[in-house]
Every structure is written in C-alpha cells, then in structure tokens.
Nanobody, 125 residues
Framework: QVQLVESGGGLVQPGGSLRLSCTAS????????????MGWFRQTPGKEREFVAA????????SYADSVKGRFTISRDNAKDTVYLQMNSLKNEDTAVYYC??????????????WGQGTHVTVSS
C-alpha cells in the first residue's frame, strides 16, 4: 500500500508564503518513492478538484497550472520520500484544501492512483 500524508497547511496573509510537504509511506508496496511521479491538487467547496503542479520521478521535469506559475514551486527529496510545494505571493483565491497524489508515470494519461487526505490552506487578512 501507498499512503500519502500532507502537512504544512494553515492560515497566512495575502502575499505570504507556505511550504506544504507530502510524505509517502510505502510499507509492503514493493516500490520506492522514486518510482512514483507526484502531483499537487487543490479543491474548494462546490468546485472540482484542480491540478496545481506535477513533478517527474527524478524531479527533472515539472509542470504548473497557469494560475500558480511563477509563484509556486514543486520539488521532491527521494531520500526522504517527500514532495514539497513552496507557495509564495499567496492570494485569497489560493485558499483550498491541498492534496498530493502519486502516479506511475509523468505523462498525461497516467492516472493518479494514490491520494492523501489533504491539508487546509487559508489565505486571509
């Protein structure tokens, strides 16, 4: 099984920064963290979950939603089984529950099979 646990959410003022972490537990999965491509998504009440950022297995390739490009950075530390989302210049509209997810390949048609429980981010003055 693959379990993902997010942390780092909270309340921040507009213009502030937060760093989210997502640590994988891979006990009995037979796989290592570096064999998963990872992504971050977010969801607000009444809206569908939306893509935020993705990163390849090695970390050499990344992609971002237009709404966060230039403000958010996704990275990973395979030695720590952890993926990060550095969020800068936060806006009120970034308020959401943020989820990390894992998939086999860093390609569009590779589905995200594993999801975390989410961490709340609130941007408000």
């Amino acid at each position: 099984q693959v379990q993902l646990v997010e942390s780092g959410g909270g309340l921040v003022q507009p213009g502030g920064s937060l760093r989210l972490s997502c640590t994988a537990s891979l006990t009995a999965s037979g796989r290592t963290f570096s064999t998963f491509a990872m992504g971050w998504f977010r969801q607000t009440p009444g809206k569908e979950r939306e893509f935020v950022a993705a990163i390849s297995r090695s970390g050499g390739n990344t992609s971002y939603a237009d709404s966060v490009k230039g403000r958010f950075t996704i990275s990973r530390d395979n030695a720590k089984d952890t993926v990060y989302l550095q969020m800068n210049s936060l806006k009120n509209e970034d308020t959401a529950v943020y989820y990390c997810a894992a998939r086999k390949y860093y390609i569009d048609y590779s589905p995200y099979n594993y999801w975390g429980q989410g961490t709340h981010v609130t941007v408000s003055s």
